[in-house]
């Protein structure tokens, strides 16, 4: 190879390596997957993902994206040593990133990278994700003009209002050294999902309780099991919850014809003039499905709400409910439920009730449920994810 060769092929991989960031960058799922080889793969080893192939690299990046509040990520030039038609090489990674439920973070990477020579130009084999820092202390800038992302742990009480959160899914285009793995919380780091050994102690204590517990590894899990939990006709009210939304769980209930959907209901009728019909409905459905502010170590859950208007659901006036929670969401104790119901979702509910009620959301009303004593009733399915607020 001659240094004028030698010289334009750098150029080249220098190019398509600004091209893949470009591409995360500007949500473009099908440029990104276009820059690797048809057989080429992105693997992240902290986060235990690998997608072989364009398809599977451009649907994780959608899963990926469509989490994102923001997403910053810059490349930095590495080595590149060429071989003929071969290459390989490494690019240094800085991101930061904020997703939709909430987590945030900055992170420091390495891509190890080959690549070979095709028809439509150097492409990517294979790129290799490794985490050399990460940092999941919450961002506390915003992308302008944004607001701030909010969920569901019942704040405003929203029975009349908007409907309102998986998954962190790290999968095609970074943000993975703050969000592919759970990491250990620090005290009162109500954002990092919860240790596998802690999940497993809270879904001991919840059975022990009287709650159906069950442990699942994502919202996707969580999506066909509530599908499997509640049978074809029942009347179900979901709660306002970004857990059900990002999911999507409440499209699944409030679309097409197999349950008869509440909450739509609800929304559709008169406030002046079916005020009792409308706190019946709410109070009694044949299934409600809901999440939480707050689960504990020792088996109970807590939800805050501004009107109480959901909460008689929850504490017994439902047939049967069923809580879908984020596992961010477990705390060691009840005096950490409450802070974190005071420090971290009311002030996330308040920005988003400001902004569709034009007034601030408050704890007025606050359920502790310690135990479910009607075996069967409760169930409560706890992710290994992140998920809502």
Request: glycine residues 10%.
């Amino acid at each position: 190879m001659n240094d004028f060769q030698e010289i334009a092929d750098r150029v080249r991989i220098e190019a398509l390596r600004g091209e893949f960031t470009d591409a995360a960058m500007m949500r473009d799922r099908d440029r990104l997957a276009a820059l690797f080889t048809l057989d080429g793969a992105l693997r992240m080893p902290d986060g235990a993902i690998e997608l072989i192939g364009r398809d599977e690299i451009r649907t994780g990046g959608e899963r990926l994206q469509s989490q994102w509040d923001f997403f910053v990520q810059n490349s930095h030039p590495g080595t590149i040593r060429i071989d003929g038609d071969a290459a390989t090489g490494r690019t240094y990674m800085h991101e930061v990133a904020r997703l939709l439920d909430g987590r945030s973070g900055l992170n420091y990477a390495v891509y190890h990278d080959t690549y070979r020579r095709t028809p439509e130009g150097w492409r990517f084999t294979e790129r290799v994700y490794e985490i050399r820092y990460a940092d999941s202390t919450p961002l506390a800038g915003s992308a302008p003009g944004r607001d701030a992302r909010t969920d569901d742990s019942g704040g405003a009480g929203r029975v009349g209002g908007a409907a309102g959160a998986g998954t962190a899914d790290a999968s095609a285009t970074g943000a993975a050294g703050a969000f592919a793995a759970p990491v250990p919380a620090r005290a009162d780091d109500f954002t990092a999902p919860a240790s596998a050994e802690r999940l497993e102690r809270a879904v001991t204590a919840l059975r022990a309780n009287g709650f159906a517990a069950e442990l699942l590894d994502d919202a996707a899990a969580a999506r066909a099991r509530v599908k499997e939990l509640i049978p074809a006709g029942a009347g179900v009210f979901t709660g306002a919850s970004e857990t059900l939304r990002l999911s999507g769980i409440e499209a699944d209930i409030e679309t097409g014809d197999r349950y008869r959907a509440l909450r739509s209901r609800v929304l559709a009728m008169d406030r002046a003039t079916e005020s009792d019909r409308i706190r019946r409905l709410v109070a009694t459905p044949d299934v409600l499905l809901a999440s939480v502010a707050a689960v504990t170590e020792t088996g109970s859950l807590v939800i805050a709400s501004a009107s109480g208007s959901q909460l008689p659901a929850s504490a017994g006036g439902a047939a049967r409910a069923i809580w879908v929670v984020g596992a961010q969401k477990l705390v060691p104790d009840l005096d950490t439920a409450l802070r974190r119901v005071e420090r971290h979702a009311l002030p996330l509910e308040t920005v988003r009730a400001q902004a569709v009620y034009g007034r601030p959301s408050a704890v007025n009303r606050l359920l502790v449920l310690n135990a479910e004593p009607q075996p069967g009733r409760g169930t409560v399915l706890l992710l290994r994810e992140a998920v809502g607020f």
